[in-house]
């Protein structure tokens, strides 16, 4: 173990204090919505030579842990100054504040701050060219492009840089944070959808003494490694509404989830306000995102983990990885999660003591598709959905509010399994699944037995059909007066309701329902 702590001093250059650093320090940083760290370090000054000054760097780095070797990076805030238990001397506390107060130093001023309508990500890869975004536009830049979605035109002109990230994380559901890369030596910001591929930890995380080989262990080489005896779960309901009321610059808008409220068998509302949001389309899409979020609890699992000082890189604050857990449920299957918080101390001469606080991933949905629809019949069926895997088990969501004139009043929802061989359920008959291999046309009061779909999964790519059938095993036939066309793999749902309806269908490969992991 080979710990190294610099400071920038006055001239701009890193000086080696690790002498001065006194033992028992623990150091925080955080992964989450910008969210800043604040940790504490005592400084021995016994020759009351060392000079510190606030928002100055200081960075930790362990030599034995490969490339990004990086421990800790945050800057020096507050400072105490006091004679301590140095005779002849004095010793300095303080306050550091981790990578992520880089956000919150910088307020928007250029002309092109002014923003036409666009989407979250344009909107992001535009303000990491600017001078005010440039301080976290490192290499290489952990934007994702994946899903964007539509902002309304607007002026930051007097905001924070943090406030436009935090504008656009707003519409679109994603996480952001400051990464600091040691190849590069830059800043680097993270913004995207927790449930992303980026930046994994190649170590996971176990208490079921099977997956643990107390040899590799030993030598360090473990890919799997213990959580700590007290490793709790927190679920903190709180944050669960079933309602939100937003005002945006123009009006306002309400949405309900039936599935939330069905759930927790109460309706709770949420009240937010959104200056930055125009027009009442946008207002909608963003009330839209944000429902599915309130549906759930917030979940923490805090554990502490001991890895050798050549692992410290492996468990870095954002890095996302597997955990077990036999005694937690939900967790006696391994689940990913993300890290949101690091708190990382010296163990021992050749080891770091890791209090992780981690947050199961949810995941975004494979496929999802919006339409509006009205008649006897709401129709809606997309011709390039995903095909369906014929052994891996589905959940799907379909959710719809009305839209006639102005009335934007209720969201009717429902969510399901499907397994191998299953058709829905009886509370919901005009379900059906069934196998498209080519393409087929349904006419009033026909079946779908001509492709073998009253039987279920019958095929290795079955798509996902919805008419009006009277039984769940498809033998109304379809409803709709014209012949309809579907091909492999096409998704379509329908219901029968009098007024506009906007319907949103959804499906993911999870191991429970949608309403506890969107």
Known sequence: MSITHYLVNDSGSAIDITGYVRRGWTLEEKAEEGAVAMSSVTLDDPNMDLTVRGHRAFYSVESTAGTENIVYYGFVADQKVRRGDIKGGREWEITLADINSLLFKRVMTGSDTNRPAETDVARIEWLL?????????????NVSTASPVNMDAYDYRGQMASQVIDDCAQQSGANWYLQYSVTDGDEILWYGSSDLSTYPSTLSLSNDPADLDTDQMSAGTATVWPLSEDTTLTIDPSRVYSGLYANWDGGATYRRHSTTETLYTWRRDAVMDWPNVHT?????????????????PDERLVTTVTLPASLAHELRPGMSLDVKAMHLPDFTTAKSCRIMSRKVKQFGLDAYSMELELSPIAYQPIYTATVDASGDLGLFYATNSVLLSYSTTYYFEVSGYSVEGST????????TGLSTGDLFDDIHPWITVGTYSTADTLATGETLSSNAATGGWTNATPGLTRGTFTTKNASGGWSESDPQTFGAGQAVVGHVYPNTWRWTVKYWTLTRPPSWAV
């Open 129 to 141: 060219t600017t001078d005010e975004g440039n301080a976290f536009n490192g290499t290489p830049t």
């Open 408 to 415: 934007e009043d209720y969201a009717w929802s429902w969510t």
């Open 280 to 296: 009442a389309a946008k207002a909608q899409a963003r009330a839209d995102a944000q429902i599915p979020l309130l549906a759930l």
